[in-house]
């Protein structure tokens, strides 16, 4: 019975998941302590099929499942866990790849003794330019760190006790909260420099700016679930600052390359999505 499982979320995944698996696949090829579960989420693409053809051409490595009663990352990841035979459960998502050494890097974390883990992660453009990296674990929030839900891991046990991935969350917040539901409830997190995937972000403007909107909401929500913990509220008059600049930044971004656009629009979705947010809530986290 394989120790290790790694659990890849799959939805309309067709046109990257070929690098995913090319990635993926010499990490557990000849290693029959772990096992590889690709979970198709109600995709609309061929997606499906090139996963069952891939379980075809590694049948012992390889298992596709389908999770089909809801929609969500975190719906596949938990369907994933459930039918898991490991013992320790490892995440990365279906349009990362994962760098040589990433499983050996975890599995070596988890026999020293680590009860969640999260690994370096590095942003490339479509075309493969570095945007920015993540070489250690977020602290973006508050003194509690937390890494990527995508570039992850956790003993079956641990998954378990914390109840998995929070399945109402979309659009950004569910990573800091299941590391921090993890830390409270007595797993603090080991971070793996060995283990790191690359992603490709988008290109497109109107995607970018939604993305980020989603990211500044998903920051209120925290605030609303963790305050009572100690998560500090985030500085009102620097947010309030912050706005005639994302802005001029923003326009300037279309009147020349020099200034970087998706970085201008990073910059005001987060910012509207905290202030939409923040209405919706009734809690101000700015």
């Not at 320790?88 to 969640?116: E, M, N, Y």
């Not at 998560?231 to 994302?246: E, H, Q």
Request: proline share 5%.
């Amino acid at each position: 019975m394989p120790q290790i499982s790694i659990i890849v979320p799959c939805y309309n995944s067709a046109a990257f998941i070929g690098r995913t698996l090319t990635a993926l696949i010499p990490e557990i090829i000849n290693d029959t302590d772990a096992e590889l579960l690709l979970v198709d989420n109600n995709s609309t693409d061929n997606t499906l099929s090139l996963l069952t053809a891939a379980t075809t051409k590694y049948p012992a490595s390889l298992r596709v499942l389908q999770a089909t009663k809801s929609q969500g990352v975190n719906v596949a990841r938990n369907y994933g866990a459930r039918h898991a035979t490991g013992s320790i459960l490892l995440f990365t998502d279906h349009d990362d790849a994962v760098s040589p050494g990433w499983l050996s890097a975890f599995r070596k974390a988890f026999a020293d003794g680590a009860q969640i883990a999260a690994g370096p992660y590095s942003e490339l453009t479509g075309t493969g330019e570095l945007i920015h990296e993540i070489s250690e674990p977020e602290l973006h929030f508050w003194d509690i760190p937390y890494g990527l839900g995508s570039n992850s891991g956790i003993t079956k046990t641990g998954f378990e006790k914390i109840g998995g991935f929070e399945e109402s969350w979309q659009g950004g917040g569910d990573d800091a909260d299941f590391f921090w539901r993890a830390h409270f409830a007595g797993m603090p997190l080991t971070f793996v420099p060995g283990a790191r995937i690359t992603h490709h972000m988008r290109d497109d403007d109107k995607a970018t700016f939604k993305q980020f909107c989603g990211y500044g909401r998903a920051a209120v929500r925290l605030y609303a679930k963790f305050r009572e913990l100690g998560m500090p509220r985030s500085s009102t008059l620097r947010a309030v600052a912050a706005w005639p600049l994302a802005l001029a930044e923003l326009g300037a971004s279309y009147l020349t390359p020099k200034v970087d656009r998706r970085r201008a629009l990073s910059r005001c979705g987060v910012r509207l999505g905290r202030l939409a947010e923040s209405a919706r809530q009734r809690v101000l986290y700015l």
